[in-house]
């Protein structure tokens, strides 16, 4: 079964800085999907980028990057220019191709945009 | 925008209840899940469906059941409610497409307490 670790349970970073929430996971198989989900403070849990492992390139939306390191199962996101609208859990994700009935979370980093 | 929607956004029940958790979604989704989210621990998968009457066993369906009568509605029921039942629990769904690469879209979730 594939397992999806986040290392971080809380994180803060200053207005204006740049940010790096880490996961890592664990599967046998080779092509899958990787995402990064957010939910703010008592609001919706949101799609904020999402990978697809075949890709070699690093999946970019705005200020919101991805660090894929498929040979060490590593899938970390990089948030630059922080904003306070960025305060919420952050949940890395792993979906088998092919299976989109079986999404596995991470416990969540809580991350804290402080002004 | 895909639009998922949880009946109750808090709500306080009695051990040994019956509880009813609704969800509607308005994308004509084939896919509708429950989670059960515990800080610490993520999302844990309870049930999914991915037709109507149909429905698989997640991670943790013991002490719950679902219904899907219609496409759009899945509804989440704890047969007897227990203290260890509460949580905050959410609602998604997602487009039955091959290769498995439609993202899961989430309602606001339900905080459920057990007293």
């Known amino acids: 079964a594939q397992t999806v670790t986040q290392s971080q349970p809380e994180m803060s970073v200053q207005e204006a800085e740049t940010v790096t929430l880490s996961c890592t996971y664990d599967t046998s198989e080779n092509n899958y999907y990787l995402f990064w989900y957010k939910q703010p403070p008592s609001r919706q849990m949101i799609l904020v980028i999402r990978?697809?492992?075949?890709?070699?390139q690093n999946a970019t939306e705005n200020r919101f990057s991805v660090n894929f390191q498929k040979a060490a199962k590593s899938f970390s996101l990089k948030i630059s220019d922080s904003q306070l609208g960025d305060t919420a859990m952050y949940f890395c994700?792993?979906?088998?191709?092919?299976?989109?009935?079986?999404?596995?979370f991470g416990a969540g980093t809580r991350l804290t945009v402080k002004p | 925008d895909v639009k998922v929607t949880q009946s109750s956004r808090y709500l306080v029940k009695r051990t040994g209840e019956k509880v009813f958790l609704e969800c509607v979604q308005d994308m004509d989704h084939e896919n509708m899940f429950w989670y059960r989210q515990d800080p610490g621990l993520g999302l844990r998968l309870i049930y999914f469906?991915?037709?109507?009457?149909?429905?698989e066993k997640g991670d943790i369906p013991e002490g719950y059941s679902v219904s899907r009568e219609k496409k759009e509605r899945f509804s989440l029921i704890l047969e007897s409610a227990s203290t260890n039942q509460t949580s905050m629990y959410l609602c998604?769904?997602?487009?039955?497409?091959?290769?498995?690469?439609?993202?899961?879209?989430f309602g606001d979730g339900t905080r459920l307490s057990i007293l």
């Open positions: 990978q697809e492992a075949y890709k070699q």
């Open positions: 469906s991915y037709d109507v009457k149909m429905k």
């Open positions: 994700a792993f979906l088998k191709l092919y299976n989109n009935n079986d999404m596995r």
């Open positions: 998604a769904s997602s487009l039955l497409a091959g290769g498995g690469n439609q993202p899961q879209h």
